[in-house]
Each structure stands twice: as structure tokens, then as C-alpha cells.
T-cell receptor, first 111, second 116 residues
């Protein structure tokens, strides 16, 4: 699976949009971009994933550049409960493909 | 999304004893479950992949005789830490996929193991 690079930490004011970047310049054509987050002392939570089109769900939006070498996870209105470590993972979708977690981005949402 | 539970949520045991952690898929059948370990201030590391009805596949450096995995049914996988030592103290997390729904993995809430 391709390697990803994320900033170690970011700050965001409550109510504002949080934009979390991820670089994955070696991504292959069959690899998806997945985002998970982990709130302190809990298991990871799936957020969203995409291949090349932008995706949106009730939690977030995923913007993938046209060359697919980078992406941005957008939390449109961050709340204090969004404080967590966010992991960007690139993975080929197959029945037995595992997830490789990097160090992620620690997002701190402040009042 | 699919729901995965773990039991216990935390456990303290004495050095040399064994501890069993259960991982259950509550609303789907899980052919495959994944076991991760997370040390403080570090990321999750995959320990092994558990397959229903067959032997688990362990990652390099993980001792299969120390971390026994049993996946006897489509809703339950167990991880037994045998002869636990203080260095086994960690946060253990299981994950699984609802193969009928997609490729996303869903995770349990984790089990905090402290070996004294």
C-alpha cells in the first residue's frame, strides 16, 4: 500500500471548518483513500473513503485532487467532540486487504 | 455502520497469568477479524488476521504461541495473551468488515490490558 504523509497536529476553532490534508504521491490506480479517526482511548471510527471522485457523507467531505496525489478531509463545522487523531490510509480494496495506520494528525478543536 | 464489541473494556492481571479478550460482531457475520495493539502515544499495529474456522495469520514479530487467536464462529474471535508480562500492557483493538456492505473496517472500543 502507498505511504501517506500528514501533519502531526492541527488546531481548529469550534464551529469552523477543519481541513485535514494528506499526501499520497505514490498511490496506485486501484488504491482508495480511507479516513479514520480515533478519539482518545477508543477504537478507530470509519469516516469516509473514495477513489477519485469527491465524496460526502453525514460526517465529512473528502476532496481528492485530480492527479490523486493528495486529498483533504473536511469537517464542515467542527465541534469539541471532533478532537481526535485522524488517519489517512491508502489501500487497495480487496477481500483480504488490511489497514496500515500511520501516525495521523492530532486535531484539537477549541472553544 | 457495523457494530463491533469487545470484552472486557479493561483488565488488570498479574505477571505470568493469561488473559482472554473477546471480540464480537453484533449485527453482521465476520469471516475475517483483525487484531491490533496500540502502545501509549503510538499508532495501531496489526498483530494478526483471524479467519473463521482456520488458523490466524500473524504479522512478523508477533509470537503466535503467546497471542492465541480463536475464531470459532462468524460472530466471535478471541485473543488470549498467555503468560502475560508487563511489556504486554497495551490497548488491544479488534476490527472487522461487514462483507455484505463494503470494504470499510469497523472497530471495537478496545481493551486496556495492564500487567502488574
Amino acid at each position: 500500500d502507498a505511504k501517506t504523509t500528514q501533519p502531526p497536529s492541527m488546531d481548529c476553532a469550534e464551529g469552523r471548518a477543519a481541513n485535514l490534508p494528506c499526501n499520497h504521491s505514490t498511490i496506485s490506480g486501484n488504491e482508495y483513500v480511507y479516513w479514520y479517526r480515533q478519539i482518545h482511548s477508543q477504537g478507530p471510527q470509519y469516516i469516509i473513503h473514495g477513489l477519485k471522485n469527491n465524496e460526502t457523507n453525514e460526517m465529512a467531505s473528502l476532496i481528492i485532487t485530480e492527479d490523486r496525489k493528495s486529498s483533504t478531509l473536511i469537517l464542515p463545522h467542527a465541534t469539541l467532540r471532533d478532537t481526535a487523531v485522524y488517519y489517512c490510509i491508502v489501500r487497495a480494496d480487496s477481500g483480504y486487504s488490511t489497514l496500515t495506520f500511520g501516525k495521523g494528525t492530532m486535531l484539537l478543536v477549541s472553544p | 455502520g457495523a457494530v463491533v464489541s469487545q470484552h472486557p473494556s479493561w483488565v488488570i492481571c498479574k505477571s505470568g497469568t493469561s488473559v482472554k479478550i473477546e471480540c464480537r460482531s453484533l449485527d453482521f457475520q465476520a469471516t475475517t477479524m483483525f487484531w491490533y495493539r496500540q502502545f501509549p502515544k503510538q499508532s495501531l499495529m496489526l498483530m494478526a488476521t483471524s479467519n473463521e474456522g482456520s488458523k490466524a495469520t500473524y504479522e512478523q514479530g508477533v509470537e503466535k504461541d503467546k497471542f492465541l487467536i480463536n475464531h470459532a464462529s462468524l460472530t466471535l474471535s478471541t485473543l488470549t495473551v498467555t503468560s502475560a508480562h508487563p511489556e504486554d500492557s497495551s490497548f488491544y483493538i479488534c476490527g472487522s468488515r461487514d462483507e455484505g456492505q463494503g470494504e470499510e473496517q469497523y472497530f471495537g472500543p478496545g481493551t486496556r490490558l495492564t500487567v502488574t
